[in-house]
């Protein structure tokens, strides 16, 4: 099996292209799509985050076209549908648009895993959001077994090297970042009122360290009140255990417009692929408000704010970009951590590909074997009918015998033809010896 990623991040792409290529509901059709678009397709894994869209693509070990520019054609006809399906000129795309193939690929995608090639270097929700993304994959039948087989080695992979590195120890998080909005805009953010618009695992990590600071007012604004009375217990919980009162409401994503104009902070990450604050909301809110201060900290990838709001007096808008400012400290201690991760990395990816490389060996064995077995049965079959209508046996024996010899010895032949041709001594000497294993053997 050959891996490739097709896809954009926040380190290649701005915001504004990330949200144009980012999938929400059209996830299930896209990964559908993917597996028909050749029959090569052994499976896909599309990961779509504020960060990040990625589409990640098994084929078999039979087609290896490549074009000049190196991008095999399987990742070629990828990319292709990726702008297409997008709705994105793909010259628009090309700048900005990275594609990785087979050990590239492989260690791309475990420092994904890892946290290693996040915003937030070691941040521990991409594993959980690739989780979710493969889980999605599955549900539609959108890979097979060997395909599968890789996840789970990325799993087991990347808790190891959270498990045995610092490097998720370092770890800055959006909440810690959006905490430390708080307290640069406000006096005393124990007075301020929080706004979650969607009660997402996100928005749940910058609860948590929002309402760390004190904050006694939280409202909780999301489609499913289930989940909006979740996230309230375990906040009040959480003040509990530490001896604070706060007050949570839940409230209906259509009373937004509604409660904008009591929050002093908003945390917004939705998943809509619809802006959810718009201009005319914000002026309203501000006049109620009397203008004092508006922190908006929008975290959704397509946006959930609209970016005209920015520009409002007392108003800090701030996107998933724009938080690289706020945790860029104590980001040498944090690159130091990184060394020993990437190493780990290095070799786990060293690893896997082993391993893949001897699951296509066992298959191309087992081709080998069934192509032998058939042939062994075709000869057989004739030569039982050469003795059923009384031909000498020993003769018999004797054309059956060679013919398979024959065909078996064929293919080896040409093998050790073909790496001679190649100049590799070392090669032919280890392809020659195998090959001559047979004589250890006793009938």
């Not at 994904?112 to 521990?124: F, K, N, Q, W, Y």
């Not at 749940?204 to 604004?221: C, E, P, Q």
Request: proline share 2%; with cysteine.
């Amino acid at each position: 099996m050959k891996l490739a990623v097709i896809g954009v991040n926040h380190k290649t792409a701005p915001v504004a292209l990330r949200e144009r290529l980012s999938f929400g509901s059209d996830l299930t059709q896209a990964i559908t799509d993917i597996c028909h678009l050749d029959e090569s397709v052994l499976g896909v894994v599309i990961v779509s985050t504020c960060n990040r869209s990625e589409i990640y693509v098994g084929f078999d070990d039979e087609w290896q076209a490549t074009h000049d520019d190196d991008v095999s054609v399987q990742a070629r006809l990828v990319r292709s549908w990726f702008a297409k399906f997008k709705g994105v000129a793909l010259d628009d795309m090309l700048p900005f648009l990275y594609i990785y193939e087979n050990n590239r690929a492989l260690n791309h995608w475990l420092r994904v895993a890892s946290g290693l090639d996040s915003m937030i270097l070691g941040e521990p929700q991409i594993l959980g959001q690739i989780r979710k993304a493969v889980s999605q994959s599955q549900a539609v039948n959108g890979m097979g077994s060997d395909f599968h087989w890789l996840t789970q080695q990325i799993f087991a992979s990347a808790r190891s090297v959270r498990r045995d590195s610092k490097v998720g120890q370092q770890a800055v998080t959006l909440g810690f970042a959006a905490a430390k909005l708080v307290t640069q805009i406000f006096d005393k953010p124990e007075d301020a009122t929080l706004l979650m618009v969607a009660a997402g695992e996100m928005n749940r990590l910058v609860a948590h360290n929002v309402a760390n600071l004190g904050m006694k007012n939280i409202i909780i604004a999301n489609r499913s009140p289930k989940r909006a009375e979740l996230l309230k217990d375990e906040l009040v919980q959480m003040a509990d255990n530490a001896g604070r009162m706060v007050h949570v409401r839940c409230v209906g994503l259509d009373s937004l417009e509604t409660v904008l104009s009591c929050a002093d902070v908003v945390s917004s990450c939705s998943g809509s692929m619809d802006t959810l604050i718009d201009a005319h909301m914000v002026r309203h809110a501000q006049k109620v408000r009397r203008h004092r201060p508006l922190l908006l900290v929008d975290l959704a990838v397509p946006r959930d704010i609209d970016p005209m709001v920015g520009g409002f007096d007392d108003v800090y808008l701030y996107s998933v970009d724009d938080l690289q400012h706020v945790i860029a400290g104590n980001l040498q201690e944090r690159k130091q951590a990184a060394v020993e991760a990437e190493l780990m990395v290095s070799q786990l990816t060293l690893s896997i590909e082993s391993q893949m490389q001897l699951l296509s060996a066992k298959r191309y064995i087992a081709d080998y074997r069934m192509m032998a077995d058939e042939h062994k049965r075709r000869l057989l079959s004739h030569a039982k009918h050469r003795l059923a209508q009384g031909d000498d046996m020993t003769a018999v024996l004797d054309e059956f015998a060679h013919r398979l010899t024959n065909t078996l010895t064929h293919s080896p032949s040409r093998l050790i033809r073909t790496v001679a041709t190649h100049q590799d001594s070392q090669l032919l000497e280890v392809v020659a010896t195998g090959l001559m294993d047979y004589r250890d053997r006793r009938v």
